[in-house]
């Protein structure tokens, strides 16, 4: 394989990978923002005691003051999850707010089936081994150090494929990571 194709399937791989991650994220704030379902509490433990309002601090009880007049209708493990929410955003920086405000925009701009898509990505990472989760944030990683040129020129690569040649080009990089690991435990 010639070092332009190589390079190009890598770059589709970070592209994929990326917006797995993206997706991450946006299911996360938008479990904790939508309406209480099935979703937030299959994210959330099992065994959760109900959050007492009062145990909220003041700055989390303005965050959730929407939330107030159910508080106590709300299951434990949507009262936890919003409890944690409030207490990630409380502990992040302004930058850090803006891209979640991005994030949550953007998905919130998605459509239903879109969601569902996300929805069940996340699910597949969530079953991914320990090791390839870490090989999935690396390659983000990678990507995201792109200059920022670069990652919508490749974004826009992968959107414009027919989704046959992009199932095409993920089976071929499966493959090539196959081999890969093959020659790893070949080695002494």
Known sequence: ???ERRDALRT???TVVAAGVFCTA????AWAEDAPGPQAD???PVAANPVPWSSLSTEQQRLLARFESNWDALPAARQNALARGSERWLSMTPEQRA???ASFNRWRDLTPEQRAAVRERWRQFQQLSPEEKARVRRAFERFQSLPPERRRELRHRW???PPD???RR???LREMRERRQQRMMQRP
């Open 1 to 3: 394989m010639n070092i």
């Open 12 to 14: 589709l791989a970070f």
């Open 26 to 29: 946006a299911v996360r704030a």
């Open 42 to 44: 299959a994210a959330a």
């Open 99 to 101: 891209r979640a405000r």
């Open 159 to 161: 959107q414009r494929l």
């Open 165 to 167: 040649e992009r199932a």
């Open 170 to 172: 993920l089976q071929q």
